[in-house]
């Protein structure tokens, strides 16, 4: 009869584990749990959080650099409204004049792309693209391709939730739907000079404590010196 050795000890279902392997549980479980103190004291995010921060940072930075170096021109070729690597012809005077008023700005092509450059900082180009989109659709001189320039011009600037979707008033917005109706030259009229009031109000003057146009005053005033 086989005869089991006395060093040998059967592992039953119920059988306790050797002193051993317990202590060397505890022992784990004891470390384990000092990590997670010592994690939670300094703070330690679990490494999906810590991805998700790590994004959140590099964003925040790019968004950052991409305002600071918006809000400032040294090299004002980049923000010509033509070839881009052609000399800024610019007079102080001409620059100066931009703050007569709004009109003089927006009739001045320099102004109007210094103008457009600004408002890329503030996230807001979409209330002077469609002021210009207005302005190009009232020289439509074809009736057949007027009605589908007016539906272009609403679906992109004017219906709720429209990509480049403009500020103005649930009343303004529901008149020029109904002008979509029976489109006509000027059948925008009365968004576009909503536009106009809030961008000559409100971002005009920013415009003209701006970095880009300070800058810009100061390279056309070097020139001459």
């Known amino acids: ?17 050797p002193s051993s392997t317990k202590s060397h549980v505890a022992t784990t479980l004891l470390s384990a749990a000092r990590q997670s ?3 939670h004291a300094v703070g330690t995010d679990p490494p999906a959080e810590r ?10 930075t790019r968004l950052g650099c991409l305002s ?4 400032s021109y040294n090299d004002f070729t980049a923000i010509l409204p033509d070839k881009p690597n ?14 007569d008023s709004f009109d003089v700005l927006l009739s001045h092509k320099y102004g109007l792309a210094a103008f457009r450059a600004f408002l890329k900082t503030e996230f807001s180009e979409e209330n ?11 020289k439509t001189r074809s009736a057949a391709k007027l009605a589908s320039k007016a539906q272009q011009i609403f ?14 008033d649930f009343q303004t917005r529901e008149l020029t739907r109904r002008n979509m109706q029976e ?7 009365q968004a576009q000079g909503k536009v106009h009031s809030l961008m000559e109000k409100d971002s005009y003057p920013r415009f003209l404590r701006s970095k880009i146009y300070t800058d810009l005053l100061s390279q056309t005033q070097r020139r001459l010196s």
């Open 183 to 189: 489109p006509s030259l000027s059948c925008f009229d």
């Open 37 to 39: 103190l010592f994690d």
């Open 51 to 60: 991805t998700g921060q790590r994004q959140n940072r590099g964003m925040r």
């Open 1 to 17: 009869m086989h005869r089991e050795s006395a060093d040998t000890v059967p592992q039953g279902p119920n059988q306790p584990c």
């Open 128 to 138: 002077l693209e469609f002021w210009l989109a207005c302005e190009d659709f009232k």
């Open 86 to 99: 052609r000399a800024l012809k610019l007079s102080t005077e001409e620059a100066t004049r931009w703050a």
């Open 155 to 168: 679906e992109e600037f004017i219906d709720v939730q429209a990509p480049r979707e403009v500020n103005i």
């Open 68 to 71: 600071h170096k918006s809000d």
